[in-house]
C-alpha cells in the first residue's frame, strides 16, 4: 500500500497505538482505499542501485574538495570557483610543498578523494554502457537533454511502462503537477506536490534545464519552454519543460516511436 495515504488516514486516528493502527489498516483494506504499490524487478533494483552508488560517490567527491577548499581559504588560498574534477589534484598538490603543516593536515583528504573519483568513474562508466545496450534508453537519448544518466534513471524507476494508463500520469506520479486545494469558493493551485521519486524529478529538472539553456540545436519543446520562460519566469518554465518530458518519454516508452523535429506543432514521434 501507498505509505503516504495510509499514514493520512491512521492519523485520524485519536491515540496511536499498535492495536489502533493495525485496525486502522484492516478498515483500509476493508474499504479499498488505498494505492497498491508496484514492486519493481530484481535487475531494476540493480540499475537503481547503481545509480545510487554513483551519486554517493560523486557527492562524497564533492564533499572532499569542498573541505579542502574550506581549509585552503583559512591560510589565504583561494582556489578558482569552477575547477574540473579530474583537474582538481593537480591544482592543489603543487601548493602543499608551500606549507607543511598544511600539507600534513590536506594530502590525506586529497589521497581519500582521489580513491573515491576513480570508483566513481568506474561505475560513471558502467552507467553509461548500460544506457548505450538498452534499446529504450538509446531512444530516450534522441530527445534533446536527455542523456544515460537521465534515460536510466527514467527507465529504472518506471521499470513497467503500462502500469500507467496515461502518459499524463507519469508527471503526477513523480510530483512535477501542481497541488491543488478547492472548497467551495476557494481554488487555490500550488506549487509542484513533490512526491514520488526525488531523483527521477531532480534528474528531469536537470533535462529540462540543459534543454533550455545549453542544447544549441532548436526545437519545438525548446521554444515552447523559452516561451513559458519570458512569460512565467525561468524556474517555472523548467518545472514545465520537465514534466513534458516524462509525459513524452512515457508515450515513446509505450508506442516504441522515436524523437524527431518538427518545424510547427509540437514536438512529434515517429515509427
Known amino acids: 500500500m501507498e505509505a503516504r495515504q495510509v499514514s493520512a488516514a491512521l492519523s485520524?486516528?485519536?491515540?496511536?497505538?499498535?492495536?489502533?493502527?493495525?485496525?486502522?489498516?484492516a478498515q483500509i483494506l476493508r474499504t479499498g482505499w488505498f494505492s497498491p504499490v508496484h514492486m519493481k524487478s530484481r535487475e531494476t533494483h540493480g540499475l537503481r542501485a547503481l545509480l545510487s552508488t554513483r551519486k554517493a560517490l560523486l557527492k562524497k567527491t564533492?564533499?572532499?574538495?569542498?573541505?579542502?577548499?574550506?581549509?585552503?581559504?583559512?591560510?589565504?588560498?583561494?582556489?578558482?570557483?569552477?575547477?574540473?574534477?579530474?583537474?582538481?589534484?593537480?591544482?592543489?598538490?603543487?601548493?602543499?610543498?608551500?606549507?607543511?603543516?598544511?600539507?600534513h593536515a590536506?594530502?590525506?583528504?586529497?589521497?581519500?578523494r582521489a580513491v573515491l573519483f576513480q570508483h566513481y568513474l568506474e561505475l560513471d562508466r558502467r552507467v553509461k554502457r548500460a544506457a548505450s545496450q538498452d534499446e529504450v534508453c538509446m531512444r530516450m537519448m534522441s530527445?534533446?537533454?536527455?542523456?544515460?544518466?537521465?534515460?536510466?534513471?527514467?527507465?529504472?524507476?518506471?521499470?513497467?511502462?503500462?502500469?500507467?494508463?496515461r502518459s499524463r500520469t507519469v508527471a503526477a506520479h513523480f510530483g512535477l503537477t501542481p497541488r491543488r486545494y478547492q472548497s467551495g469558493e476557494h481554488d487555490n493551485p500550488g506549487r509542484i506536490s513533490k512526491a514520488g521519486d526525488q531523483?527521477?524529478?531532480?534528474?528531469?529538472?536537470?533535462?529540462?534545464?540543459?534543454?533550455?539553456?545549453r542544447t544549441m540545436g532548436g526545437s519545438q519543446i525548446k521554444s515552447w519552454g523559452m516561451r513559458l520562460t519570458?512569460?512565467?519566469?525561468?524556474?517555472?518554465?523548467?518545472?514545465?519543460?520537465?514534466?513534458?518530458?516524462?509525459?513524452?518519454?512515457?508515450?515513446?516508452?509505450?508506442?516504441?516511436?522515436?524523437?524527431?523535429?518538427?518545424?510547427?506543432?509540437?514536438?512529434g514521434m515517429t515509427q
Open 12 to 25: 485520524a486516528m485519536r491515540n496511536k497505538t499498535d492495536k489502533t493502527d493495525a485496525k486502522g489498516i
Open 106 to 112: 590536506v594530502i590525506p583528504l586529497l589521497d581519500a
Open 143 to 165: 530527445v534533446p537533454g536527455i542523456g544515460p544518466i537521465a534515460a536510466l534513471t527514467f527507465k529504472a524507476a518506471v521499470d513497467n511502462p503500462n502500469r500507467f494508463k
Open 62 to 103: 564533492m564533499d572532499l574538495a569542498n573541505e579542502v577548499r574550506g581549509l585552503l581559504k583559512i591560510f589565504g588560498v583561494r582556489l578558482p570557483r569552477t575547477v574540473k574534477h579530474g583537474s582538481f589534484d593537480g591544482l592543489v598538490r603543487p601548493m602543499m610543498e608551500m606549507d607543511e603543516v598544511l600539507a
Open 230 to 267: 519570458r512569460t512565467k519566469g525561468r524556474r517555472r518554465a523548467v518545472v514545465a519543460v520537465a514534466r513534458k518530458l516524462a509525459v513524452l518519454l512515457h508515450r515513446m516508452w509505450i508506442d516504441g516511436t522515436e524523437f524527431r523535429q518538427e518545424k510547427s506543432g509540437r514536438p
Open 199 to 213: 531523483n527521477v524529478r531532480a534528474t528531469l529538472y536537470a533535462a529540462a534545464n540543459a534543454l533550455l539553456m
